[in-house]
């Protein structure tokens, strides 16, 4: 029996001293190591992030500008179809209706507005927001009709908007 408590003895100290020399536990290097990496793990996230949010937001300025557009065009449509005798006065592009009625467009504040003039002389009333985030306009007339090159910008986002109205109406001033 005694061989058997003195292997006994033995063993413990073989397995203590095997669980001091192989323990599983960390060194400050390795812990060093993983916070590091973790760190750079968070870091990337973060930036990877905010770089789709940002994403995001132009695509969503990119569509408020596009039905921005959209909502100009469906204004403008039946009037500068209906419209003659477009000129250009300082930026501001003027033509008539009917003989006594004048629409003037100009771009005012990032706004693409629209007033009417009846009669001859006096003032334009009624000044109808078409579009916003209108960053410039420049409207090209001929003979025939006109040309508009509208510029919207929000944000990071940009669009431009090219179109030509050709008249329907063909009339001459009397």
Not at 68 to 86: P, R, V
């Amino acid at each position: 029996m005694g061989n058997w408590q003195q292997s006994k003895r033995i063993n413990i100290r073989t397995i203590y001293f095997r669980s001091v020399r192989n323990r599983n536990g960390f060194t400050y290097v390795e812990l060093l190591v993983t916070f590091s990496l973790t760190m750079l793990l968070f870091a990337s996230f973060f930036v990877w992030s905010g770089q789709i949010i940002v994403h995001g937001e132009k695509n969503e300025d990119q569509l408020i500008l596009q039905r921005e557009a959209s909502a100009m065009h469906f204004l403008l449509m039946n009037e500068m179809k209906q419209g003659y005798d477009f000129r250009v006065i300082e930026g501001e592009l003027y033509f008539q209706l009917a003989p006594a009625q004048t629409i003037r467009l100009r771009s005012l504040n990032n706004q693409l507005t629209r007033a009417i003039r009846d009669g001859a002389y006096g003032s334009f009333k009624g000044n109808i927001v078409l579009a916003r985030n209108v960053e410039q306009v420049i409207f090209s007339p001929d003979a025939r009709g006109v040309g508009m090159h509208v510029i919207f910008k929000k944000g990071d986002a940009t669009l431009t908007y090219d179109t030509y109205w050709h008249s329907r109406i063909e009339r001459q001033e009397m």
